[in-house]
């Protein structure tokens, strides 16, 4: 089923004028439904998840295009998943009716430093906090682009300024292997949205991301290099694991293929 970073990167590749080519990626054929070769495909390991968070992607121009953009893994996993293309000049209106639609309580996450301190916090409400109070959901907010980007974003969107900032402390290095930031500290997004959910008391989503992902890593290089899927290795091992778990019955299971 398409969701909104599929429905965003088919609205992206409707303006370009020429297809795009992502540097380093094979130059084959693609399942829209998971961007990875026919012969490779994961969709039917697209788990089903129902969530209480929800998730806010702000992608660079190009991010949504790029087959190694982890921004779509956690559409595939959390159905509450919104995305919208960044442009400094203008806002997408669905995104300002999003930000304050009363349901959610958005966060923006970004690191601390980069904000005012009255606006940083290090966790996120939760309905046992509020005494039987009706809390409102979390919205997680991604700015999905480059490191360089993503400060540049955060710097230019007035309509964020309001918002508190989530300022995560992962004390882990990252185990995403399809791009180089540089930096051991930069956690891809899926990692980062992992983290959020743990916050959120979403520990199968959680356990789900970190699968998915380790999954989506294994395919994705083996397409690359031409080799077969190990199945039965530990990547797939770990996935079935988590969606098998007491805490997710049947629902939890893969969904049928997509693509």
């Given at each position: 089923?398409?969701?909104?970073?599929?429905?965003?990167?088919?609205?992206?590749?409707?303006?370009?004028?020429?297809?795009?080519?992502?540097?380093?990626?094979?130059?084959?054929e693609r399942c829209a439904g998971c961007r990875l070769a026919p012969s490779h495909c994961m969709c039917a390991l697209r788990p089903s998840l129902t969530?209480?968070?929800?998730?806010?992607?702000?992608?660079?121009d190009i991010e949504p295009l790029k087959p190694s953009n982890t921004g779509w893994l956690v559409a595939d996993v959390v159905p509450d998943t919104f995305a919208f293309g960044w442009t400094r000049t203008e806002v997408d209106p669905a995104l300002l009716n999003l930000l304050g639609d009363p349901q959610w309580q958005p966060y923006v996450v970004f690191p601390g430093q980069y904000a005012a301190p009255e606006r940083v916090v290090r966790a996120v409400e939760l309905p046992d906090s509020l005494r039987g109070a009706a809390a409102r959901?979390?919205?997680?907010i991604f700015l999905d682009a480059t490191w360089t980007e993503a400060r540049k974003m955060f710097r230019r969107s007035p309509y964020l300024d309001q918002l508190p900032v989530l300022s995560l402390e992962p004390g882990q290095v990252s185990q995403y292997k399809l791009r180089h930031s540089g930096r051991d500290d930069h956690l891809c997004t899926s990692e980062v949205a992992a983290l959020c959910m743990n916050l959120a008391g979403e520990h199968l989503v959680e356990r789900t991301l970190q699968a998915y992902l380790a999954v989506f890593t294994h395919h994705y290089l083996?397409?690359?290099?031409?080799?077969?899927?190990?199945?039965?290795?530990?990547a797939h091992q770990r996935l079935r694991e988590v969606i098998g778990t007491p805490e997710g019955p049947g629902r939890h299971r893969p969904a049928a293929a997509t693509g």
């Open positions: 089923m398409p969701h909104a970073v599929s429905d965003l990167r088919a609205a992206r590749l409707a303006r370009s004028a020429k297809p795009f080519l992502a540097r380093g990626g094979f130059k084959r969530t209480r968070a929800g998730v806010c992607l702000l992608m660079a959901r979390p919205l997680f083996r397409a690359k290099n031409q080799q077969p899927i190990e199945w039965e290795g530990a």
